[in-house]
């Protein structure tokens, strides 16, 4: 039995395994028929601090093992590994409509995609991917225009308003509307574990109301904070007019589960990276 430690009793998070490869999906996403997953470190062929399901190949690891990871892994979910997009994440609210000939940047050919923390998409059978290790998976599906994405939304991103600039693109450009749009905010670091400097609090007192601030933000004593991604990033996302019924959010901290999912605070760094997947 796979041993997790939550951060609340919501348990949405689903976990699924299939020839060793262990992986996560959230409940709304899955009734919704969507094929989206978060990978674990369970599973793969690399080594030491990178063991074993590490999907960068900027993280030190042989190029090798890191493409046997995502064959292993799109074989679990049920993706072609071949055909992955994947984003160059920079912190950026930057977002970039996929279509087939973006198929494999990234993975089996060099990618033009720089500067990327969002990925979007109307094409059927093209899987998208996104890379973590305490920052804030986004996932994005409207049912009704048959759209997908996936965004990143580490501290820079939140307090820009990726989640908000994400379905401003979905609406604008693939005619989507917000109450139809489901959401699911990924495992990443718990505001227990996120502890941030004041400049950076202060980034998020500018941006946020009195009352939202006070509602993820803690303040330790001596100019430290402790900061709710997951929070800060549920009011972006209804602000943007995700309805409450359509937005699930994680109970999965990737700090305080070190041994199955990578996260940068935990392991100072010495680490792989997760991956979130989406496809129509």
Request: hydrophobic letters at 40%; glycine letters at 8%; one cysteine or more.
């Amino acid at each position: 039995m796979l041993s997790l430690k939550y951060a609340n009793q919501n348990h949405s998070t689903r976990i699924h395994e299939k020839d060793g490869v262990v992986y996560l999906t959230f409940s709304k996403l899955e009734a919704a028929g969507v094929l989206h997953a978060f990978s674990t470190r369970l599973g793969g062929v690399s080594e030491g601090e990178l063991s074993a399901m590490n999907l960068s190949f900027h993280r030190g690891d042989s190029p090798e093992a890191v493409m046997e990871n995502h064959r292993r892994f799109a074989g679990a979910v049920g993706y072609d590994a071949e055909k992955l997009v994947f984003s160059d994440q920079v912190h950026t609210t930057k977002i970039y409509p996929v279509t087939e000939a973006d198929c494999g940047k990234g993975i089996t050919r060099e990618s033009d995609i720089i500067g990327v923390d969002g990925l979007v998409t109307d094409r059927p059978g093209i899987p998208l991917i996104t890379f973590y290790a305490d920052c804030v998976p986004l996932f994005f599906f409207d049912p009704v225009q048959r759209v997908v994405a996936l965004a990143h939304s580490g501290w820079r991103g939140t307090v820009a308003g990726i989640g908000r600039r994400m379905i401003e693109y979905m609406e604008q450009n693939y005619n989507a509307r917000a109450e139809d749009i489901l959401c699911a905010i990924g495992p990443s670091i718990c505001q227990h574990c996120y502890e941030i400097s004041e400049d950076v609090a202060e980034e998020f007192q500018r941006v946020f109301s009195a009352e939202q601030y006070a509602d993820f933000m803690q303040d330790t004593g001596n100019g430290k904070y402790h900061l709710d991604l997951w929070k800060a990033n549920q009011y972006i996302l209804l602000e943007a007019g995700i309805t409450e019924e359509h937005l699930e959010t994680t109970d999965l901290c990737t700090c305080c589960n070190p041994e199955v999912l990578f996260s940068h605070r935990a392991s100072h760094g010495k680490r792989g990276n997760l991956g979130a997947v989406i496809m129509l």
